[in-house]
């Protein structure tokens, strides 16, 4: 359970983008993005089972599944979609003691961040009216609306990083931050 194809895949993708061809980035965060949310869900499922990461890292929890379908069934419940996100959200802090994805859901920034990038694929991927309220309201801060290939390419006035450097670099952060033992 390492970080390394997360970051290999981000870096092929990283690659071939030019700010001559914005929709590349957007389709690009979009790609990768996808991949941070499997890459979420296998460390919380190998976690949840007592697998160490590559880091020699296993939090000790308080309720232990036999395998992952054990733990994908009490997930799943009557339901044949789980959005992980959500639940690792939910219940990791009932799961583990220590609990690993702190560093995501209780640092503001990174739920902030988190809260945006999930915003923003869920309107490149759906483009409903729905998400687009969403992406406006989380993103740009009720703002005018702009596609998500010029936001992305829009740096930040505090950091001055594209948005799309800022996601990409949150996401390599959190992979490798919960490959460890958290900092109680």
Request: proline content about 3%; aromatic content about 12%.
């Amino acid at each position: 359970m390492e970080n390394d194809e997360l970051k290999d895949y981000i870096n092929e993708y990283t690659v071939m983008l030019s700010p001559d061809l914005p929709m590349l980035y957007e389709a690009s965060f979009f790609k990768i993005f996808v991949k941070f949310e499997v890459y979420l869900t296998n460390v919380f499922e190998n976690y949840c089972i007592g697998s160490v990461s590559g880091k020699g890292y296993c939090p000790q929890r308080k309720l232990v599944f036999e395998d992952k379908e054990h733990l994908r069934a009490i997930l799943r419940g009557d339901k044949q979609y789980v959005d992980y996100i959500k639940k690792i959200e939910a219940l990791s802090k009932h799961i583990f003691v220590d609990n690993p994805f702190n560093v995501i859901f209780d640092v503001a920034d990174n739920l902030t961040i988190l809260n945006q990038m999930i915003a923003l694929r869920n309107y490149i991927a759906h483009e409903s009216g729905e998400s687009k309220i969403r992406y406006v309201k989380t993103c740009l801060g009720n703002g005018n609306f702009i596609e998500p290939s010029t936001y992305l390419l829009k740096r930040n006035r505090r950091t001055s990083k594209s948005n799309y450097t800022i996601y990409i670099d949150k996401m390599i952060e959190i992979s490798e931050l919960i490959m460890d033992e958290p900092l109680v």
